[in-house]
């Protein structure tokens, strides 16, 4: 064992086959290599950079001040918390859950707003429990779509293929129908309706009137209103 109790300056090489223990301050200017474990027990100041070739295990809690840059791949084998923002550079775009400069093989937790730049593509069923608000163009692809509950559209919706109702529908404001429309079942109108081009009920239909009805016409065409 060599055991330095005050200020020591060692101008060559040394060479220790056993203990060094040091119980004040140590200040090396020179290279120090170490072929074996190092255990320091108490605080320890690094004024420039400390370069790590092999493994490193650290069993207690490693405080940085500074910046910090690591080269290589940096592996968590538990919980990472950060009080700060987090900022990736990383401009790789995602084309499937797999790719991406974000990867989450897991699920992921928000508690707060998200702003998405790009695209935004949902591989499985997709459940929103507020409101909605839809500012441009909504397109509903080839797969079914199902809506549990209400569907409220303030502005003008352009249906460009089947829209299949299966409970009831209440429509609140105008529709216009441009093309033709083939209802398999009741039609209830409590109010007036105008028809601007040929109704026509097949004969093997029938249409019934729970009250008086007038029928007039113009040049827009047939008219039928509640009496």
């Known amino acids: 064992t060599l055991t330095v109790t005050g200020v020591t300056t060692l101008k060559s090489s040394a060479t220790l086959e056993s203990t060094l223990a040091v119980t004040g301050a140590s200040t090396l200017t020179g290279a120090v290599t170490m072929g074996n474990t190092l255990t320091v027990g108490g605080a320890t100041t690094l004024s ?16 940085v001040t500074g910046a910090t840059t690591l080269n290589g791949a ?17 401009t790789t775009n995602a084309t499937k859950t797999a790719s991406g400069a ?21 591989a499985g069923a997709a459940t929103i429990g507020g409101a909605t608000k839809i500012n441009n163009t909504f397109t509903v692809g080839a797969y079914a779509s199902s809506l549990g509950g209400t569907l409220t559209v303030t502005g003008a919706t352009t249906l460009s ?21 083939e209802l398999n079942s009741t039609l209830k109108v409590n109010g007036a309706s105008t028809f601007n081009e040929t109704v026509t009920v097949k004969k093997d239909k029938k249409t019934t009137f729970n009250g008086p009805v007038e029928l007039t016409t113009d040049s827009t065409g047939l008219k039928i209103s509640t009496v």
């Open 74 to 90: 940096l592996t968590l084998n538990s919980t990472a918390t950060i009080t700060g923002i987090v900022k990736l550079t990383n």
């Open 48 to 63: 420039s950079t400390l370069a790590v070739t092999g493994a490193t295990t650290l069993s207690s809690t490693l405080t």
């Open 102 to 122: 974000l990867q989450v093989s897991g699920g992921v937790g928000i508690a707060k707003a998200v702003w998405i730049g790009g695209l935004i593509n949902v």
């Open 161 to 181: 293929s089947t829209l299949d109702v299966v409970g009831n529908s209440t429509l609140g404001g105008t529709l216009f129908v441009n093309g033709a429309t």
